[in-house]
């Protein structure tokens, strides 16, 4: 259609025109993503021209029309300046039924509830603009802030479990948008808001928690059908939502309930299934990301479930979560063509620290992940197992990720770097130490329990003839040089010295040593480092 032709039609219209006439733009606009930049001007008229029409009182018919219009415009950054106005915001969320003052939910649940079902297609069409506009638009972003949007959706969350799919749906992610794009709103959501309390209810609603215990809900039902997809999705946005309120929060002793509470929903997902696994891995990557923003003190409650039953030789705590996030860890290595940084890092990282705070889960994890060595006749990079799998991680070409899997190793083998090399190798294993200043060997600062890692017999007898740079009995190899006469010996050698010099000369290489607290210094900084004197200074 004309856009010329539809403006002059929209100024001098009725309510009925105007609905046939958008309804017309829409139907043959729904899958349009890229506009030509020529209608720029006129696409931004007709945005106008929609709220103005808004701004009217006409039939939810019309409005829900209007809307659908609106939200195909606000696809394109370029045309929404009469949109991120005060005036387009309010009208906007009057639309969504989001009002700051709205502080009880009384009165918007038996709005809820009388609503007609075209008045909610109202509403859901309104958020959806929100949520385009909000988030194509830092001039909407921050009238958003102005007119205390935000706070009209917390009073939206008070009546979650009156919410019809879509409008719950919506109203979380536009939170979502809101909390990612306008870091200065989080505290106040936090603080004056309770977003963080709103949200956890909201789960609680979503997953169907029951609790039997202060930290611990009921186990999911075996043979209960999956979670709903419904459900999943809007349990998606509101752990993103609560990602962005917990980032770089550590709270103070009144959150701590709040955090532990948190916790024990998290581990209550990680038990469910959904529809399909790709749903399942979807939820199980939020729920990581959001524990690895709870101090870590609160990851106890992962494996305190006393009522359930815990294994005896791990202090008798439920190890199933650790299982799970043990699971989805090894999923992510194994998964071809993902993006390690964003989607293996996160739980790595919460893996270690919790392994390192919290000795039980340490050993289980240790037990899983570096069993006692038997078969040392192969490489530890080479094969299936998750050991093989994290020690090939040791040498990615990510730094990030590289440095992430070799603390894992390192952690779980209670940052000794003699257990680290006896499951890795030295060649795997340097990059770390290097980085640690821990080419002597020795231990990091964290103290761990004095209980002593056993040996199998099969590593006992193996290991004086373990190369401790690979990490594996080799096979015995010829010795080039004994069939050699001493003269033959003697040419090679000097001739060997020869090339040494010549690409130190030239700086091609330069020799390094190793200083007595472990780093790396050049040669003859470390050949000229004075003995240290330890007969002490005084005389009897």
């Not at 894992?408 to 770097?417: N, P």
């Amino acid at each position: 259609m004309d856009l010329n032709n539809i403006l002059s039609q929209l100024e001098t219209a009725n309510e009925e025109d105007i609905e046939k006439l958008l309804q017309q733009y829409n139907r043959e606009n729904s899958d349009t993503f890229a506009f030509d930049q020529k209608e720029e001007t006129l696409r931004s008229k007709l945005c106008q021209s929609v709220l103005t029409v808004l701004g009217r009182q006409v039939q939810p018919s019309c409005q829900k029309t209007c809307l659908e219009t609106l939200r195909i415009l606000s696809r394109d950054k370029r045309v929404l300046a009469p949109v991120a106005t005060r005036e387009g915001m309010l009208i906007l969320g009057g639309m969504a039924k989001l009002r700051a003052g709205e502080e009880e939910g009384g009165d918007r649940s038996s709005q809820e509830d009388s609503q007609s079902e075209e008045e909610e297609r109202v509403v859901v069409e309104a958020l959806k603009c929100l949520c385009n506009v909000v988030y194509n638009s830092p001039a909407a972003q921050q009238v958003s802030v102005d007119v205390q949007l935000a706070h009209g959706l917390c009073a939206s969350l008070r009546v979650a479990h009156t919410w019809h799919h879509e409008v719950g749906l919506f109203s979380l992610r536009l939170l979502f948008l809101l909390s990612a794009l306008r870091p200065d709103l989080r505290g106040v959501l936090r603080r004056e808001w309770h977003a963080v309390r709103l949200l956890s209810e909201v789960l609680e609603h979503t997953l169907d928690v029951r609790w039997v215990g202060p930290y611990e809900a009921a186990r999911p039902d075996p043979q209960a059908p999956p979670m709903p997809a419904e459900d999943n999705e809007r349990a998606m946005e509101a752990l993103k939502a609560l990602f962005n309120l917990t980032l770089s929060y550590t709270g103070g002793e009144e959150d701590d309930h709040q955090f532990r509470l948190i916790a024990a929903i998290l581990r209550h997902l990680l038990m469910l299934r959904t529809e399909t696994e790709e749903k399942t891995e979807e939820a199980h990557s939020h729920a990581v990301n959001l524990l690895n923003n709870l101090p870590v003190s609160c990851l106890d409650v992962l494996i305190e479930v006393p009522i359930q039953g815990g294994q005896e030789k791990y202090g008798g705590k439920n190890m199933d979560a650790v299982q799970v996030l043990l699971d989805f860890m090894e999923k992510r290595i194994d998964k071809q063509g993902s993006n390690y940084k964003e989607g293996l890092t996160p739980v790595l990282n919460l893996l270690t620290e919790g392994s390192r705070h919290h000795r039980e889960i340490r050993r289980y994890i240790k037990a899983q992940v570096l069993p006692p060595l038997k078969d040392v006749k192969i490489r530890p990079e080479i094969g299936t197992t998750i050991r093989n799998k994290l020690v090939r991680l040791m040498t990615h070409v990510d730094m990030g990720v590289k440095q992430t899997a070799a603390e894992f190793l390192f952690v779980l083998c209670k940052e000794s770097v003699d257990n680290l090399l006896k499951y890795t190798g030295y060649g795997n294993a340097a990059g770390l130490l290097v980085a640690r200043g821990l080419l002597a060997g020795g231990r990091g600062e964290t103290q761990y329990s004095e209980d002593e890692d056993s040996d199998t017999e099969e590593y006992k007898s193996a290991k004086p003839f373990i190369n401790p740079i690979t990490g594996h009995v080799e096979e015995p190899m010829p010795n080039p040089i004994e069939e050699m006469t001493e003269e033959q010996k003697e040419y090679e050698a000097q001739k060997l010295v020869n090339m040494f010099d010549k690409l130190s000369r030239q700086n091609v290489i330069r020799p390094m040593g190793v200083r007595p607290d472990g780093t790396l210094a050049p040669l003859e900084e470390t050949l000229c480092d004075p003995p240290e004197d330890n007969s002490g200074s005084d005389s009897d």
